[in-house]
């Protein structure tokens, strides 16, 4: 058994390299993504670094009998001539699968999302392996977490740590739908501590024309939600649920018809911190997942698997910081292309 590892740019040609050097039959063992050589690696560039491995007889000098690795002992002559053994047809699809799934890994899916996804393809498919077969095949895998809802709930909430973006991302979602002239929203800014939040969120509903309503404790939070007369996005304080005043909007929440929660966590979060957030608010009972800046982090797998584990739909995409061109409703096809780390978001808005 040969094997050789090879350096390139992207899978794609890492892959076709394989296949000149090493031949068809090559088997991909893996892909990572490495530091480039030189000062290439020291400012940061990375390349594909492919490993494969093919059955090969060993070269040796004119007239010496060679044995390969599973065949018998022929005579050569100035070029060694080593019968190949047949492989099986399941060998050659096998590798195609494989080879698949090293370019999914590559990409920064974890090695069993990438199976699965692998796993829907026909051999044909997995021997084509164009970029939007993949891309679909993906899409089809997550389609059962995203949470794209027709319409509203009666009072849409939003809560996270601090600094994820939850006031953006709600000034987004307005902007869009003002845009667009369709759902009448309100704005509820529950955030008694942070005083920069409500009057950002202040601007914006000064500039899309919506009512704004503050609440500072959970009696005038009651009011505010009692005097909307539609839809209304709440901004909550990046507070933990079992600080006094997030519990006492939450006590008010309860007695309320219609509520769907939003968690919202940025992209570049570590799995485990993921997995922390989601047991600190399950308490609130989120029943959907905001995924925020996209744009600042390199993968946002880490963050995409610990809401796989807890089964939660995500909601919305988020990347950078315009208002409203910078959300995105997590379509299996958008939720796809962020976890391929594809700059080009589908193009819709919300609702």
């Not at 004119?62 to 002559?77: F, W």
Request: charged share 25%; proline share 4%.
């Amino acid at each position: 058994m040969h094997v050789k590892r090879i350096y390139a740019s992207t899978v794609r040609d890492a892959l076709n390299s394989a296949r000149e050097q090493l031949g068809d039959g090559a088997l991909v063992l893996s892909t990572e993504l490495v530091p480039a050589a030189g000062w290439r690696g020291w400012i940061g560039q990375r390349v594909v670094r492919l490993t494969a491995a093919a059955e090969r007889g060993i070269e040796s000098a004119e007239g010496t009998a060679v044995r390969s690795v599973d065949g018998p002992a022929v005579s050569v002559g100035r070029h060694v001539a080593v019968e190949r053994p047949r492989r099986s047809r399941n060998s050659v699809q096998g590798d195609a699968r494989s080879g698949v799934i090293a370019r999914l890994t590559a990409t920064g899916l974890d090695p069993a999302l990438a199976a699965a996804v692998a796993g829907r393809l026909s051999d044909a498919d997995c021997r084509g392996g164009s970029d939007q077969t993949l891309r679909r095949a993906l899409a089809a895998e997550v389609e059962e977490l995203c949470g794209v809802d027709n319409e509203f709930a009666r009072y849409e909430v939003f809560v996270g740590p601090p600094g994820v973006g939850k006031t953006t991302t709600i000034a987004k979602i307005a902007a869009q739908e003002v845009a667009a002239r369709r759902s009448p929203l309100s704005l509820v800014a529950a955030d008694a501590f942070r005083a920069g939040a409500i009057e950002q969120l202040r601007s914006y509903a000064h500039v899309m024309g919506l009512p704004l309503r503050v609440a500072r404790s959970g009696d005038e939070f009651d009011q505010a939600l009692a005097g909307t007369r539609q839809t209304a996005l709440v901004d909550t304080a990046g507070r933990a649920p079992s600080d006094d005043g997030i519990r006492s909007l939450f006590n008010v929440l309860d007695r309320k018809r219609g509520v769907r929660t939003h968690l919202v966590m940025a992209a570049d979060t570590s799995a485990a911190t993921a997995r922390r957030l989601l047991d600190r608010y399950a308490p609130l009972k989120p029943a959907r997942v905001v995924i925020t800046k996209l744009d600042e982090s390199e993968s946002v797998m880490p963050v995409f698997d610990a809401v796989r584990e807890r089964g939660l739909p995500v909601s919305y995409l988020t990347a950078g910081q315009r208002v409203p061109e910078d959300l995105w409703r997590a379509t299996p096809a958008s939720l796809a292309a962020a976890l391929l780390r594809e700059s080009a978001m589908e193009a819709t808005t919300c609702h």
